[in-house]
């Protein structure tokens, strides 16, 4: 993950509980106006007005720590303010402190919600900012402070940094998704494509404990990310350009070679696609089982240009990808295309498994909160590629 932060006066690391008399009247946020590139429609203002609770069951947020994710570059890319608020604040995923309330948001722990949904100020948090609200209020992460209600966050594990917790929600919610419908269990041979990618890296760690230690887990991923693959739970990798070790051969021969041929045991279980690769899809037959119970799950077909005939080509993909039957050229898989969506649940799960050390947040890199169009285009050129890692601001 990459993040940028919050500096100044209001550092949460170092002040703790904030009283509400420390909330100003406005603050610093990088909004835009219009639909466009970070680099041309970005402005960072000192004199946003500071947001206000929208119903008596929200918190207000002093935000230590934001994701970058490339949804985000999509919507700010192609979503007239026709259809959103203006201005905009930018990005969803967010780290921080609680300071305000509303008054029906449980001050202590009650069994009807479960003894981790108490949220007083002072609490440490993380979340995001629903699709819906980010459009329609204008609402976003790369500010000093956020509204939100309280069933868009989790408290943050102790033992778990701000910097790690900002990266969970949106990526982490994915790889939930994907995991649950790939249906694994334990002793199957998994291929991650992308396992070091913001989605990826969290879908590699969980993989992983499915499939326990007499499974496979083989992941997709550049030379430069084999290790860190590794680390995540691979027990091997292959470099997406080539691969040396078979001498030289392409990505679908050596899988074929290794994974392929008759014997359908000798073949994958399921296919975990983080990127959205069309030629594995369109070659899958070759190592991945038959059958309903052994998918291709994937987030979908990679966006390879933020214009309108990419966007077109990646509708076009996700149709045919979907129904486009064997006899017509199809392909002779399950092609699950997941959607997913940030829940209670959701935050709730990460939240354990990141405070039962069962997943971590790789954090490729922190930059200060005015370095924030410096980091949306480092996000931006990487997100047609699968090996991209999140972004946080702070």
């Known amino acids: 993950m990459i993040e940028i932060e919050q500096t100044g006066n209001h550092n949460l690391q170092q002040t703790g509980n904030h009283n509400l008399h420390e909330i100003p009247k406005t603050m610093r946020a990088w909004v835009h106006t219009r639909a466009g590139p970070a680099r041309s429609v970005l402005q960072l203002r000192d004199e946003i007005p500071m947001p206000e609770l929208p119903s008596q069951t929200s918190v207000l947020v002093r935000i230590s720590h934001a994701a970058l994710h490339p949804g985000e570059s999509v919507m700010m890319n192609f979503i007239p303010f026709l259809f959103r608020k203006s201005p905009a604040v930018a990005e969803t995923d967010f780290s921080g402190v609680i300071v305000n309330v509303g008054k029906d948001v449980p001050q202590t722990a009650s069994t009807n919600l479960g003894s981790s949904r108490y949220f007083p100020p002072g609490t ?67 291929l991650v494509i992308g396992p070091c990618g913001g989605v990826g890296h969290f879908a590699c760690q969980l993989a992983r404990q499915a499939v326990m230690s007499d499974g496979l887990v083989l992941g997709i991923c550049s030379s430069s990310k084999m290790n860190l693959a590794k680390r995540l739970g691979c027990d091997e990798t292959l470099d997406y350009q080539s691969s040396p070790e078979q001498g030289g051969n392409s990505l679908v021969s050596s899988l074929v070679s290794r994974f ?135």
């Open 124 to 190: 440490p948090v993380f979340g995001s900012i629903p699709v819906r609200e980010h459009l329609k209020a204008g609402s976003g992460a790369l500010a000093e402070y956020v509204a939100v209600e309280m069933n868009c966050i989790a408290r943050k594990p102790d033992e778990v940094s701000f910097e790690e917790a900002a990266g969970l929600a949106v990526s982490g919610s994915t790889a939930l998704t994907l995991i649950d419908e790939a249906r694994l269990s334990q002793g199957q041979k998994v």
């Open 260 to 394: 392929g041929g008759d014997a359908e045991d000798n073949k994958f279980d399921v296919v975990i696609d983080s990127h959205g690769s069309q030629n594995l899809w369109h070659a899958c037959p070759s190592f991945l089982k038959a059958g309903s119970d052994h998918p291709y799950v994937t987030v979908g077909p990679a966006l390879q240009s933020y214009s309108v005939g990419g966007m077109l080509a990646v509708i076009s993909r996700m149709l045919s990808n979907s129904s486009t039957p064997t006899w017509a050229g199809g392909v002779n898989r399950e092609y699950n295309q997941i959607t997913s969506f940030v829940t209670v649940d959701k935050l709730e799960r990460l939240r354990k498994l990141a405070e039962e050390k069962k997943l971590r947040t790789h954090v490729g890199g922190v930059w200060e909160m005015e370095d924030a169009l410096e980091v949306s285009q480092y996000v931006s050129s990487r997100f047609p590629s699968c090996y991209h890692v999140n972004a946080l601001l702070t």
